[in-house]
């Protein structure tokens, strides 16, 4: 399974209020980005199975923006676990369930995404990969998934910053 870990795009000013804080939207620098993601994807010819979504708006405005660049006939699934505060064994779990080979597309938020790419790659008996992982706003992951049993397993083939992405274009 191919699992791409795609990061919401720049949202508006941080809210206190964890209800407020669901309804941020992305800016329009964040709305622009987000589409220039989407517009390499299609030129790179990325096809999702499955593209995925944390509740928070910010999050489906994104995961939105990039279905619609790639044309996809399917929507965006909504996914309770992919939210900050989510759990990220659940996620696997879901992950595990889906048809082996499956292309995954999971739109989320920090530091959730970069904490499941260092579980999902890790290496030391202590669970830690060893090194520390930043995904940018817009930024994007691939990782190859090797298995899910005992724990999920796999490595990181590649992480890209928007800048990258657009100068792969």
């Not at 995961?63 to 996809?72: D, G, P, W």
Request: glycine content about 10%; hydrophobic content about 40%.
């Amino acid at each position: 399974m191919e699992i791409y870990l795609l990061r919401h795009g720049e949202a508006g000013q941080r809210v206190p209020v964890a209800a407020r804080d669901m309804q941020r939207a992305l800016t329009a620098a964040g709305k622009k980005e987000i589409e220039e993601v989407g517009e390499v994807m299609v030129e790179m010819g990325y096809e999702f199975d499955i593209v995925a979504t944390s509740p928070l708006k910010r999050a489906k405005d994104t995961a939105s923006i990039v279905n619609k660049a790639l044309e996809r006939k399917s929507g965006v699934e909504e996914w309770p676990e992919l939210s900050p505060e989510g759990n990220r064994e659940t996620l696997y779990k879901r992950l595990a369930k889906i048809k082996p080979g499956s292309v995954v597309m999971c739109v989320g938020h920090e530091p959730y995404l970069t904490t499941a790419i260092g579980e999902i790659t890790r290496k030391g008996s202590d669970g830690s990969s060893g090194f520390r992982i930043v995904l940018k706003k817009g930024g994007l992951a691939r990782l190859s998934v090797a298995g899910f049993s005992p724990r999920i397993s796999g490595e990181l083939r590649w992480l890209l910053t928007p800048k990258q992405l657009r100068k792969m274009a």
